[in-house]
């Protein structure tokens, strides 16, 4: 057996010590996320609603934008929160549901931003390249956006089913003893 295969199962990987932030880490930590979930919020919000509002600013670009801001304050209300608090619990302690969903959200969150940002190229490019030929409607953007909500979700789906709450540290991960055994340059064992 060489001195890495010795390494690798030495490792105790149910260290149950914890590492506890500071008083001082822990207060940044809280204050910062909280600046970033309060400006987001607010933020996004103000325009979402700036954009409902006033007619003449619901073009094709600006709707896009306002779901972008939509998917951002689902990250502030659901994500943002959550991490600050498993962050600085260390463990899971927001139950099952929580443990589910909350990667779901993530995922669909960032997926939707993911495909607005690229709608919004793809309007742009259209209009930079051809300025008088065709240009989406308000409506194309309305069900651009319903088509980026449902395969944010469909994408985010196997979150639901394969997240599953234990109590033991690295229940999850699934390692082999050694999982570089035979990948080693020079038939290392």
């Known amino acids: 057996m060489s001195n890495d295969t010795t390494l690798w199962e030495a490792t105790d990987w149910v260290d149950t010590s914890q590492c506890l932030p500071s008083v001082g880490g822990a207060t940044f930590l809280i204050v910062a996320y909280s600046a970033v979930i309060a400006i987001g919020l607010l933020g996004n919000a103000g325009l979402v609603f700036i954009i409902t509002r006033q007619q003449e600013l619901r073009n094709v670009t600006n709707i896009l934008i306002a779901n972008l801001s939509c998917s951002d304050i689902l990250m502030c209300v659901v994500c943002l929160p959550v991490t600050v608090i498993y962050t600085l619990m260390d463990r899971w302690v ?13 995922c669909m969150s ?32 309305y069900l651009a956006v319903g088509l980026t909500w449902l395969v944010g979700c469909f994408i985010s789906l196997p979150f639901l089913s394969f997240n599953i709450l234990t109590n033991d540290p690295f229940q999850n991960i699934s390692l082999p003893s050694n999982p570089f055994r035979g990948f080693l340059l020079g038939g290392g064992v």
């Open 110 to 141: 960032v997926t939707v931003s993911i495909f607005s940002l690229v709608l919004i190229a793809l309007e742009r490019h259209q209009l930079i390249l051809h300025p008088t030929g065709w240009s989406p409607a308000a409506g194309h953007s």
């Open 94 to 106: 927001l139950g099952e549901a929580l443990c589910k969903v909350t990667p779901f959200v993530q």
